[in-house]
């Protein structure tokens, strides 16, 4: 008899060549190891930068395999169309920080209760473990955070955000603690702080009338 180490990539060509095209253009098209999903197949985004459906992505995806009916030429075309579809914008603009809606980097990702949050501001309601800014209150809290070091504000701060879900994500290395707080206080005290920023915005090119529903963008 034949091994089943021998039979499966029969097997598996087989039920390959099974599927329709659409099928297998769908396991071809990946981000970051996952299916591409629209983004209102995904949850809504949370603090976290990488539970934003991350369209931008596509600008890096490359067909392997065999796809009946992708000719080379089709798939260097269709490579091209998904490399235009997403276009970067860099500016400078004020910001309120108190609407802050995430950042790239927090180990608010390893607590629950926390990674989930919606926006900066809820995240810093929860946190009461800073040492230091023990035994502080009102603006005296707002200074010790904007003071604290990983913050990196002398540096300049960079937020990313998009057309498809239109939230603020602060690219950070460090500090997303002491900015949750500095966010909710902002609002707790009614206190305004805005700065003046640099945007990456991530514009999707074409409207979505242009792709069938299970791929428009």
Known sequence: MIGMDRLRP???RLIWNLLSERAQLEIELRLAGHPLLHPSEVPTPTILEDTRCELERLRD???S????GLSENVRVLVERSLKALVKDRLYTATFPMATLHGCSASKARYRPDRAGCDTMAELGELINDL?????KSGGDIVSACLAWSELRLHEGISLTTDNWHRRFYWSNAGGSHHM???CYELQRQEKELSSNLVFRDLIKQHPDCLYPPRFRL
């Open 61 to 63: 995806v490359e067909f």
């Open 180 to 182: 949750a707080v500095l």
């Open 65 to 68: 395999g065999y796809l009946p």
């Open 131 to 135: 040492k230091d800014l023990e035994g």
């Open 10 to 12: 029969y097997l598996q």
